[in-house]
């Protein structure tokens, strides 16, 4: 059986089904064997008040399903309709490679790969926005 291999740095801290743990002073390697366990880098985490643009109020949905604040069943279709709506802003080749991966990490469950894949547009969306300004 293999799960969620998570390396961490030294002091980093991660959210594990709402319990908060920070590494110790080396790099470590923990095997999460749970399915299903709520784990969230606290590192990568977007507090509510920088939930500001799209992309990153589609990431910050994830990561409450993510830190077990939300349940996956009851944002699903949201979370589906936000990442189409995404796809009508970028169009790129690129950008919708990562935007197929976060639909098909929704559709399969599988929120950690969802949010990596959306992070990736976060630059991009930075970009635009400072383009339109």
């Given at each position: 059986m293999s799960g969620l291999?998570?390396?961490?740095s030294p002091k980093e801290r991660v959210l594990i089904n709402g319990a908060v743990i920070e590494n110790g002073d080396r790099r470590s390697r923990l095997a999460i064997m749970t399915p299903d366990a709520h784990i969230l880098r606290l590192r990568d985490a977007i507090h509510p008040e920088d939930a500001k643009t799209p992309v990153r109020r589609v990431c910050y949905a994830v990561q409450l399903v993510l830190s077990g604040d939300a349940s996956p069943d009851e944002v699903r279709r949201n979370l589906l309709r936000s990442v189409e709506e995404l796809s009508q802003v970028f169009i790129d080749h690129d950008s919708?490679?990562?935007l197929d991966l976060a639909s098909h990490a929704l559709v399969e469950g599988d929120h950690y790969r969802c949010l990596k894949a959306l992070r990736t547009l976060l630059p991009r969306e930075e970009r635009l926005l400072a383009a339109g300004a």
């Open positions: 291999i998570l390396k961490l919708r490679k990562h």
